[in-house]
């Protein structure tokens, strides 16, 4: 099957500090991967939409200059966490569709945990 | 917003079949029914997803009823790895560049 990996898997920094999530696409390429968060105890968030070649699309709420999303090949989206605080510590996770398909199946990477001292 | 109800938790047996309920009243003729599962601190994983036939892999069972305002998810045989948050989704077939939108989700316990 598909797989998708972040990296790191857990990352703690200190406040003020940038911090870059990866996700790719091992086995298949993905025009489009898309990007959550999760607080403890709660349902995943959709952040933004990452479009290969293009600029993402973020939900409303969500500062595209504090989450820097680049998706510069089709393997590949990165997330920058600009200038973290606390309140960013959580559950990132990414997700990507296999190009091509049309049952809309989508594959999630196995999150990355943040926390911002 | 979620277009999905399900039961915040259930408890099921091992060795039991764990039956999870999904009400999706207001679903399209062109949506499709998929479910995912998030075991703690892991990224969701896809069980399976149909459209208005029951639908059977190797990991579950998937029961949309005639009307299709609801579904079951079934684990014939749930073990205590089975344990996580399962989620009901409805979306549009072929709607890859459209992301899931997760809803609460039922948190399922398997009890030895």
């Known amino acids: 099957g598909a797989v998708v990996s972040q990296h790191p898997s857990w990352v703690i920094c200190k406040s003020g500090t940038s911090v870059k999530i990866e996700c790719r696409s091992l086995?298949?390429?993905?025009?489009?991967m898309f990007w959550y968060r999760q607080f403890p105890k709660q349902s995943l968030m959709l952040m933004a939409t990452?479009?290969?070649?293009?600029?993402?699309?973020?939900e409303q709420g969500v500062e595209k200059d504090k989450f820097l999303i680049n998706h510069a090949s089709l393997t590949l989206s990165t997330l920058t966490v600009t200038s973290a605080h606390p309140e960013d510590s959580s559950f990132y996770i990414c997700?990507?569709?296999?190009?091509?398909?049309?049952?809309?199946?989508?594959?999630f990477g196995p999150g990355t945990r943040l926390t911002v001292l | 917003d979620a277009k999905t109800t399900q039961p915040p938790s259930m408890d099921c047996a091992e060795g039991r079949a764990a039956n999870l309920p999904c009400n999706h009243s207001?679903?399209?003729?062109?949506?499709?029914v998929y479910w995912y599962r998030q075991i703690h601190s892991q990224g969701p994983q896809y069980i399976i997803h149909?459209?208005?036939n029951n639908e059977t892999n190797e990991m579950a069972s998937l029961i949309i009823t005639e009307d299709r305002k609801s579904s079951t998810l079934i684990l014939p045989h749930a073990t205590l790895r089975d344990t996580a948050v399962y989620y009901c989704?409805?979306?549009?077939?072929?709607?890859?560049?459209?992301?899931?939108?997760f809803g609460k989700g039922t948190r399922l316990s398997v009890i030895a």
């Open positions: 149909g459209l208005k």
């Open positions: 086995d298949f390429q993905a025009t489009t």
């Open positions: 207001t679903i399209s003729g062109n949506e499709y």
């Open positions: 997700s990507a569709r296999v190009t091509g398909t049309t049952n809309g199946e989508q594959f």
């Open positions: 990452s479009n290969e070649g293009s600029k993402a699309t973020y």
């Open positions: 989704i409805v979306r549009v077939a072929g709607s890859g560049n459209t992301p899931l939108v």
